[in-house]
């Protein structure tokens, strides 16, 4: 019985996009509407698994029994991840969020104004300059952890050379399995309700149909109890 064999497992999902703010009116993020994160939240909830959801600003909702922490940026998901880890025995964890892959080094506590007055027939008052730093990657912290580890699933959203760019990520960042998605294809991926993947681990592949992203959800949380070792 699949319920009961899941019962006392962890996941943890992130999901949506991180917004960092760069001042009190601006911000850098990516498109992601939170879609795919949640669709594999209920699919895990239904069946058995305890979920902690780790989402940045979306707009959906999500069955009671999902343990849901609301983040803007990386570097607060990044924390709710590392507590969530250390506090809770979490056996698989899903990096689907959509982090942005930079943040300012500097917030403006004041709007940034848009043209200096006094300059305004100056080629300058054209280009505007904004230094930006990494965020931490937050799949590859999982993915590495030396204690505590959970079998490690990412995402990989390409408009160009899925597959290599999908196997590359699966060893370089050490995961168990990586989920990748052509989100050149205009009907699946982003705002989509529908979605196709084609899952990498090991040497082997498989391909996840283009459906809704609860099949797509449920054929991956399947997968994942397929490959995972027996001992979690
Ligand atoms: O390297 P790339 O951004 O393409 O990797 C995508 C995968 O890595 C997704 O699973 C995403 O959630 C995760 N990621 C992360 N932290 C980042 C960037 C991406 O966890 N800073």
Known sequence: ???????????????GPTIE??????????HSSGKMGFALAEMASKLGYKVFLVSGPV????????????????????SEVKKLIQC???????????????????????????INSADQTSKKTEEMTLTLTKNPDILRYVAN??????????FCAETQNLEENAKLKLINKK??????????????????????????WGNKQKELDLASKE???????NHIQEIIPKKI
Request: with cysteine; charged share 25%; aromatic share 6%.
């Open 88 to 114: 809770q025995k979490i056996d698989v964890f899903i990096g689907c969020a959509a982090i942005a892959d930079f943040k300012p080094v500097n917030y403006h506590e004041q709007k940034i104004k848009k």
């Open 21 to 30: 703010p760069i001042d009190p009116v601006r911000y850098i993020s990516n």
């Open 59 to 78: 707009n959906l909702k999500h069955s009671n029994s999902i343990e849901r922490i609301n983040i803007t940026t990386a570097d607060e998901m990044l």
């Open 215 to 221: 099949k797509i959800a449920m054929g991956i949380l």
């Open 145 to 154: 952890l030396d204690i505590q580890r959970p079998f490690t699933v990412g």
């Open 1 to 15: 019985n699949l319920n009961s064999v899941c019962l006392k497992k962890s996941i943890l999902i992130t999901a």
């Open 175 to 200: 995961l168990d399995l990586i989920c990748a998605n052509d989100v050149s294809k205009k009907e699946q991926g982003f705002n989509s309700d529908q979605n196709s993947v084609t899952l990498y």
